[in-house]
């Protein structure tokens, strides 16, 4: 019997010894092992009813929740590890000095976490829905989800981590550069160092930061990918990631895989975003905010690694 596309969320067995615990697809698997043989299986609306060699059984349970879709990723560095230029000495001072960054491999999202996705993680949790959820100019299924804290994108990836049993999470700002940078460490930009094309990607008429009228939403996330086959990492929403700020960080930051400054008042983002100037879109631009904040222009894509630990 294949295993269903499903997770059973607060599964008890109905009539016998309790069985509270959440059960995930892993102890579905052990249901339907060959030492516990299933013969046949039907679901009503408030139990799943299996049939096994020896016995029928009866399992109660709160919702069933489909397993979320693994996110299409993108294996960095290509090759395996490697060494890059990060920084920008035409940039903000905090963006100074450019010093040689090594990097174990990774992976980053081809996308950023989109409506959608997001909506999967409030269903199966009783996570806060972000600042503006459901507002008609941010309610696009395929749009980047916004208005999301650094807390919440951190809830988000453990949340994914457990359900799909890899390790998911947010990007450090090294490993967020390299890959907007799509292997060219001489770009200012994720396609050169000419603005202009932003049009057609960037939020349609807007150059400069936004004074006032209407919000302007952001594109759909699979609008134009660099040179890495990723997408957006220059515009649209401010990508949270793992890393404290500390503006004076890369005077003395580790040089391998580093993990950002001990504990500060701001966790790093990185991207432009929808409503900001053209120049908050390179590849070297840092930006902040204190982690509890949820802002229309913040969203987060995830990375994966083998292990990961934020700094606290």
Sequence with gaps: MSTWAAILVGMRRVGRESMDATVTDTAWRTITRSSFVVRNHARDRNAVHVTTASRPWRFAYTRLMAAPDPPLMCALPPGGATTFQMGDMRGRDD???VRKVTLAPYE???????????????????????????????????????????????????????????????????????????GHEDRSFPWGDDPLPMEGVYAP???????GGPFRIADPVAAGPNDFGVYHLADNVHEWCADYYDRGYYRES???????????????????????????????ARSSLA??????????????????????
């Design 95 to 97: 963006e100074k000095p």
């Design 108 to 182: 980053i999202g081809v996308y950023p976490v989109s409506n959608d996705a997001y909506a999967r993680f409030l269903d199966d949790t009783a996570h806060e829905a972000p600042r503006y959820w459901g507002e008609s100019r941010f309610d696009v299924s395929d749009a980047p989800v916004c208005g999301v804290s650094w807390r919440d994108a951190v809830a988000y990836a453990r949340w994914l981590s457990d359900r799909l049993g890899r390790c998911f999470h947010l990007p450090t700002e090294a490993q967020r550069e390299f890959a907007a940078r799509g």
């Design 254 to 284: 580790e040089t391998d895989d580093p993990r950002g400054p001990a504990r500060t008042a701001r966790r790093a983002a990185r991207g432009g975003s929808w409503r900001h100037h053209v120049k908050y879109c390179r590849c070297a």
């Design 291 to 312: 982690p509890d904040k949820r802002f229309a222009d913040f969203g987060f894509r995830l990375a994966a690694s083998d292990e990961f630990e934020y700094v606290w």
């Design 205 to 211: 008429g807007l150059d400069g930061p936004l004074t």
